[in-house]
């Protein structure tokens, strides 16, 4: 492990709902979840102000609305947040070349391999200009961890989270572990949480005193092997820049075509086990299993199922491809099979004990990212005009829709650059009223030039009045 604390972890603070805010001045400082509205949706994220009352990802959006019934309700923007999203990685990768996404709001970056930094205090100093640079550029927060290795950033990020900083000192690693529950390691989710319980194990010190072999016993040899380590802070997994690799597979080809129901199963369970094989020797996990037939006349079908959280479990993989198999029709023959994994993920970031207790997700979907799954059938005005989303009023100017039923949409008339806004309510068929696309989040340089990123510049000093300049008139009734 190297000496200085020059892995960083970046995650942006409520980054969905930061974003909305960042949006919609009459939001700001205000509770905002941001998730599926159906009766069946859930929580993608909320603000800060809106964690105060309970909710969280994940929680359904009827239990949101009873723990906050006066926040901002919003439907998710992923084409935003994804351009956001990019911005930020760009700013990543002017520190170094080895930067490592994990999600749209979340990466690593090897700072020593950009020569950003070589020991604490320079270290430091990239950190917080980053969090400038990202501020000035985005608008938005983002909170860093700085340490020896990958687990413990990640770990030192969330602490810093709102809005903040921590650097763990190398060498204060294992001392700073030993009191923290086990649930701060990365793959002990609730139910691993729990197995360790029964044993008595409740912190990451307990882990490191129970020592290997009964963590072996516990958890099996991959997940026991693993926490052992990273009980002990050690953690050599390398940054590892942009992964070429969007999905492991392997696949066979018979010379005979394969007619034998029963073996055709036995081949994709070994296809299966050295899929796993491969995914471990990368240190990576996924969510979304991909089983892949020929058949005798050439015609080749794939079929995909996602579960819950990335696995990197053989048993849970055998059991899906199987699933998968069973849907598929082999008679006449199978030339090819293959089994992948994709959705891919740094193999520590779920409970990969639930996992392999049969705890998966029902419907199959191919989207890795966690959008809120919508049942609900909107109505007619509901999906022209989603809660959160822009529009444009021939005469009023821009504005966002704050809620639409009965026949009329509600619509604050506001941009991000604006103060807070008026609220109008038109017939849902105005011919006035139209979608529109997002705003930049912030006002671009006069002339339109693009922001140059590197530097943290000073924020613009004076933002273009929005024509509207209610001065904070309107009430900040929910959408
Ligand atoms: P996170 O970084 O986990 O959460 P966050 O950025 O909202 O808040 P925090 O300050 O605690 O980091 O996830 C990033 C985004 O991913 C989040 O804004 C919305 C989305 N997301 C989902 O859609 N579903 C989920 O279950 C989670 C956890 C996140
Ligand atoms: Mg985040
Ligand atoms: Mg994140």
Known sequence: MRTAPTILHLDMDAFFASVEQASKPSLRGKAVVVGGLGPRGVVATCSYEARVFGVHSA???????RLAPHAAYLVPRFELYRSISEQVMRLLRELSPLVEPLSLDEAFVDLEAGGVARDAESARGAGEKLRAAIRTVTG??????????????KIASEQAKPDGLVLIPPGTERAMLEPMTVRTLPGVGPATGDHLRRAGITTVGEIAEAGEDELVRLLGKAH?????AMALARDERPVVAERETKSVSVEDTYDVDIHDRVRVGVEVGRLADRCVRRLRASGLSGRTIVLKVRRYDF?????????????DDPAVV???????LDSVDTTGGVRLLGVGVSGLADYTQEDLFAQAAGDRA??????TEAEPAEEHRPSPAERRWP?????????????????????RVTVRFETPYSQVGRVRTFPVDDPELSPADPLPLVAEPEGGAAQPSSLPLPLPASLPKSWSGGGGAAATSKP
């Open 224 to 228: 026991g092997h693993a926490l052992y």
């Open 387 to 407: 809660a959160g989303h822009d529009v444009r009023h021939t005469e009023l100017g821009h504005g966002w829709v704050q809620g639409s039923g009965l026949g």
């Open 362 to 367: 029902e419907e199959p979907a191919e989207e």
């Open 140 to 153: 938005l927060t983002g909170s860093v961890g700085l340490a020896a290795s990958k687990m413990l950033a």
């Open 318 to 324: 055998r059991e899906a491809a199987a699933r998968l």
């Open 299 to 311: 015609s080749t079908l794939t079929r995909s199922e996602t579960l819950r959280g990335p696995t």
């Open 59 to 65: 929680m359904p959006m009827g239990q949101a609305r």
